[in-house]
């Protein structure tokens, strides 16, 4: 099955500092990729959409000058917490599509394992 | 406005014995709709995807259901075990080519021995 990675799993910061999240697509070319946040007990928010090689589209109440996405290639794409503060801390999700037919309803999501932040 | 509801918000059950998932859902128009197992920590993993055309489809011990026309779908997990410990959630793809999804807030569910 097609396999989503993401690096770090884990991380810890200081307050001001940045963190760069990285999401790779194993085993599939990924034109969109996904990046979604989750509180505790509460189901994922998507933040932005990132098609290869274009800018993301970021979802309304998502500052994209704080948490920059670069989508460089089909197989990899960054999401970096820009001065990170404590309420920043969450688990952050990507996920990877691969885009069969334009219309099938078989377009799938996988998503990646997540990366807890916790900024200090 | 899209949305998706799920219950019970948390259940716990005896190692072994069987228990269903309920989604509702107001998505439309509706291209498909996915269970997926989250375990505590980790990414979301997919138990199946059904299209509004299917009514049923099963991946081991779990069985999932849809009705299209009430809008209801189900997640029916069979001879638990203590591995199914896990939030389930429900998540309707609206459109085909459009593919924000619309996510269930999840039921947690504890298997206990």
């Known amino acids: 099955g097609a396999v989503v990675s993401q690096h770090p799993s884990w991380v810890i910061c200081k307050s001001g500092t940045s963190v760069k999240i990285e999401c790779r697509s194993l085993d599939f070319q990924a034109t969109t990729m996904f990046w979604y946040r989750q509180f505790p007990k509460q189901s994922l928010m998507l933040m932005a959409t990132s098609n290869e090689g274009s800018k993301a589209t970021y979802e309304q109440g998502v500052e994209k000058d704080k948490f920059l996405i670069n989508h460089a290639s089909l197989t990899l794409s960054t999401l970096t917490v820009t001065s990170a503060h404590p309420e920043d801390s969450s688990f952050y999700i990507c996920?990877?599509?691969?885009?069969?037919?334009?219309?099938?309803?078989?377009?799938?999501?996988?998503f990646g394992p997540g990366t807890r932040l916790t900024v200090l | 406005k899209n949305q998706v509801e799920q219950s019970p918000q948390s259940l716990i059950i005896l190692e072994g014995k069987n228990c269903t998932l309920q989604c509702n859902y107001t998505v439309s128009p509706f291209s498909n709709l996915r269970w997926y197992k989250q375990d505590t920590g980790r990414g979301p993993v997919s138990l199946t995807i059904m299209t509004f055309s299917e009514n049923t489809k099963s991946n081991g011990r779990y069985t999932a259901t849809l009705d299209a026309d009430t809008k209801q779908s189900s997640l029916h997990i069979t001879a638990s075990q203590l591995s199914d410990s896990a939030s389930y959630i429900c998540?309707?793809?609206?459109?085909?080519?459009?593919?924000?999804?619309?996510f269930g807030t999840g039921t947690r569910l504890l298997v206990s021995p």
């Open positions: 998540v309707v793809h609206p459109h085909p080519g459009f593919q924000k999804l619309v």
């Open positions: 996920s990877a599509s691969i885009s069969l037919l334009r219309d099938s309803p078989y377009n799938e999501q996988f």
